[in-house]
T-cell receptor, first 111, second 114 residues
């Protein structure tokens, strides 16, 4: 079936350290993998996305890597800051271009 | 550009009552999604429209939920009758191309069924 597994469900890091969130997906035909950040009480907002024709993409302190063979992709946040505290969701598109989300990772950056 | 608009922001109803949510996507966006987000979980796709046609509604509880997108623009999602487990945030999102470009989310409607 169409499934996106996300780990860990919670992540606590010290300010300045790195945070890594991993997702696996079930459909080898998936070709679009966005990451969304959701602050408390707010809407999910795209922070970075990657397509299947590249293995890595970086935007300042945020990077995403994709391993299509293993069907997993990861979000890397370097030099974490308190404002990075939020819930992060990965997603993948499945047959019919359905955008399916993972269960989310609650990230807490401790000052 | 204006974002995805949703109303109402909050709704409290008793079980077995009916409720409707409204969404106005970003102008020109052909794809519209309705997601259900239960507290502490990821958004779950309920229904996906491409213009005014349904692309996928496999996870929509059709015995109580219905949705339409007349004229391929605004959309409404209805629940009748509501159950306690329907308490969630209902998020509407739109994108230019289904499943392959950024989906922009609205603020959501927080539904509480008591």
């Amino acid at each position: 079936g169409e499934n996106v597994e996300q780990h860990p469900s919670t992540l606590s890091v010290q300010e300045g350290d790195s945070a890594v969130i991993k997702c696996t997906y079930s459909d080898s035909a998936s070709n679009y993998f966005p990451w969304y950040k959701q602050e408390l009480g707010k809407r999910p907002q795209l922070i970075i996305d990657i397509r299947s024709n590249v293995g890595e993409k970086k935007d300042q302190r945020i990077a995403v890597t994709l391993n299509k063979t293993a069907k997993h992709f990861s979000l890397h946040i370097t030099e974490t800051q308190p404002e990075d505290s939020a819930v992060y969701f990965c997603a993948a598109n499945f047959a019919g271009n359905k955008l399916t989300f993972g269960g989310g990772t609650r990230v807490l950056v401790k000052p | 550009e204006a974002g995805v608009a949703q109303s109402p922001r909050y709704k409290i109803i008793e079980k077995r009552q009916s409720v409707a949510f409204w969404c106005n996507p970003i102008s020109g966006h052909a794809t519209l999604y309705w997601y259900q987000q239960i507290l502490g979980q990821g958004p779950k796709l309920l229904i996906q429209f491409q213009n005014n046609g349904v692309v996928d509604d496999s996870q929509l509880p059709k015995d109580r939920f219905s949705a339409e997108r007349l004229k391929g623009v605004d959309s409404t999602l209805k629940i009748q009758p509501a159950k306690l487990e329907d308490s969630a945030v209902y998020l509407c999102a739109s994108s230019t191309r289904q499943g392959e470009t950024e989906a922009f989310f609205g603020q959501g409607t927080r539904l509480t069924v008591v």
